[in-house]
């Protein structure tokens, strides 16, 4: 049968899901939240959808949220962006990342991949018949692999590079040494650069995220991509945005506009007036999600998972002793358990598995602690 992509199956987040409303467990696999966003959100969707806010948006985003997108990424980030000509609505990062790719990726063109992996990263690139060049992070402590990131790139003509922070699925952020390093080993080069920062607001410990925004050596050579899916508790939403200088931005929405030409008329129209309503809510984030953290990390402790550190995003990584094979694993936990999770071996292209899976804490108290009763079993 015709396939473009014969490798290619059913992402492991609907996997996952669909394995635990059969099972009855609680889904601490597929990253989102089991509350729900703040009442005035909800109001000011449902009051958009009364008022007539039922048609297409403008291409590009409503211009309204892109101005407050604008004051946000100067507050926080520094960095001053024009909402007309850079900044783009779209419908989740994931469309995002995949427009963009299919904008900047021609056949044989090299997209380099540091493994663990979103999981749309490489089909994306290989549906554009681009060739992804996986380099892998070493576990346990999946630090940037900078020498194995060097030689790739010597070894291949790479046009573009994804990369992840914070990190899904091991909750590394990258420190200001990090960018400076990779700025120093991609300075002679023609190198696009996709940063993926849709946890940005979920960072731990006092840490403050980085933004690649805050470097101006990547600005003209790069897209930054948030997801207010993260930040609003409104996964089923599909609201993201991308930060690109205009000639970029360009390119994106070329792809864009028959994609899916323009996001959903009410809900963009109600991030906006709660960004107006509430500028500090996203600030309150990295406290909100620090408890669940910490009550979930506190609670594995009684178990026989150990946990791997945390810095941001949702996730913590787990390692068992009894994980020989971590999706087998997790199939037994959804099934016996009752606890879904996700096998890691899944964000890697050749389903290398180094034995470790993802839970979700993103997720109410009461909840969390049920699991972590079915896991102290
Ligand atoms: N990038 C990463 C690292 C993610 O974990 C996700 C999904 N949660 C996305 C992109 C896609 O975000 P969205 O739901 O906005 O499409
Ligand atoms: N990003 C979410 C996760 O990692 C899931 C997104 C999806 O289901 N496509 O769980």
């Not at 635990?20 to 959808?49: K, W």
């Not at 946000?72 to 995002?96: C, F, H, L, W």
Request: charged share 20%; net charge negative; proline share 6%.
């Amino acid at each position: 049968m015709y396939s473009k992509l014969p490798q290619v199956g059913q992402s492991i987040f609907a996997q996952m899901t669909a394995l635990a409303n059969q099972y009855q467990a609680i889904n601490l696999a597929q990253g989102f939240p089991n509350f729900n966003p703040p009442d005035a959100l909800i109001e000011f969707f449902y009051g958009a959808l009364k008022s007539g806010m039922n048609q297409y948006a403008p291409m590009p985003g409503y211009l309204p949220l892109r101005e407050q997108i604008a004051n946000r990424m100067y507050s926080r980030y520094n960095k001053t962006v024009d909402p007309q000509s850079e900044i783009t609505i779209t419908t989740g990062a994931t469309q995002a990342i995949y427009s963009i790719i299919s904008a900047c990726i021609s056949p044989g063109d090299k997209a380099l991949i540091l493994e663990p992996a979103y999981d749309s990263y490489g089909p994306s690139v290989l549906v554009n018949s681009g060739i992804p060049i996986y380099v892998r992070m070493d576990e346990p402590s999946f630090d940037i692999p900078w020498q194995k990131i060097k030689d790739a790139i010597q070894q291949n003509d790479i046009k573009v590079m994804i990369l992840n922070n914070p990190h899904n699925p091991t909750g590394r952020i990258w420190t200001r040494e990090d960018y400076m390093k990779l700025i120093e080993i991609t300075k002679d080069k023609k190198i696009l650069f996709i940063f993926d920062e849709v946890y940005d607001a979920l960072v731990y410990d006092g840490k403050k995220h980085i933004s690649a925004l805050e470097f101006p050596e990547f600005w003209e050579n790069s897209f930054v991509c948030f997801s207010f899916g993260k930040t609003f508790h409104t996964t089923g939403w599909k609201i993201a945005y991308t930060i690109a200088p205009i000639d970029l931005t360009n390119e994106l929405r070329k792809l864009h506009q028959f994609t899916v030409f323009s996001v959903n008329t009410p809900g963009q129209y109600a991030n906006a007036k709660f960004m107006e309503y509430d500028p500090d809510f996203i600030n309150g984030l990295s406290a909100f999600y620090e408890v669940k953290r910490n009550f979930f990390l506190e609670g594995l402790k009684e178990t026989n998972f150990s946990a791997l550190p945390c810095e941001g995003s949702y996730f913590v990584l787990a390692q068992h002793e009894n994980c020989v094979n971590d999706e087998a694993f997790c199939h037994h936990l959804v099934k016996d358990k009752k606890v879904a999770a996700v096998p890691i071996s899944a964000f890697y292209h050749d389903r290398y598995d180094p034995k470790i899976i993802r839970f979700c804490f993103a997720k109410t108290d009461d909840l969390l602690e049920s699991a972590l009763t079915l896991l102290k079993e």
